[in-house]
């Protein structure tokens, strides 16, 4: 089993930046596929951003050119880097994985952007 927890949520202004991170743990053989999903109140989940063994990324047209999935493999550790991040923004952020051939979720981070 794998259990994947979320850090790094919290309250920042308009505009400024934080980042987000996810850390796996159990018995993992491979990760196949590391992302970032969110959800806002009333609003089904969405895809943020997501990357794969093979390097392939992929964001949400909301994220590009704001938003960047990172990964320390070797640690079992992906994050999301947040800059300039606007109201539409808050919500709860949730990491999934897809290893050794089933898909996980961590528990979620609350993300509120306010001045």
């Known amino acids: 089993q794998v259990q994947l927890v979320e850090s790094g949520g919290g309250l920042v202004q308009p505009g400024g930046s934080l980042r987000l991170s996810c850390s796996a743990s159990g018995t993992i053989k491979n990760i196949y596929v590391m992302a970032w999903y969110r959800q806002a109140a009333g609003v089904q989940r969405e895809l943020v951003a997501s990357?794969?063994?093979?390097?392939?990324?992929v964001y949400a047209d909301s994220a590009k050119g704001r938003f960047t999935i990172t990964t320390d493999t070797a640690q079992k550790m992906w994050y999301l880097h947040m800059n300039n991040v606007q109201e539409n923004d808050t919500a709860i952020y949730y990491c999934?994985?897809?290893?050794?051939?089933?898909?996980?979720w961590g528990q979620g981070t609350q993300v509120t952007v306010s001045s």
């Open positions: 990357t794969n063994d093979d390097n392939r990324t």
């Open positions: 999934r994985s897809f290893a050794d051939l089933k898909w996980f």
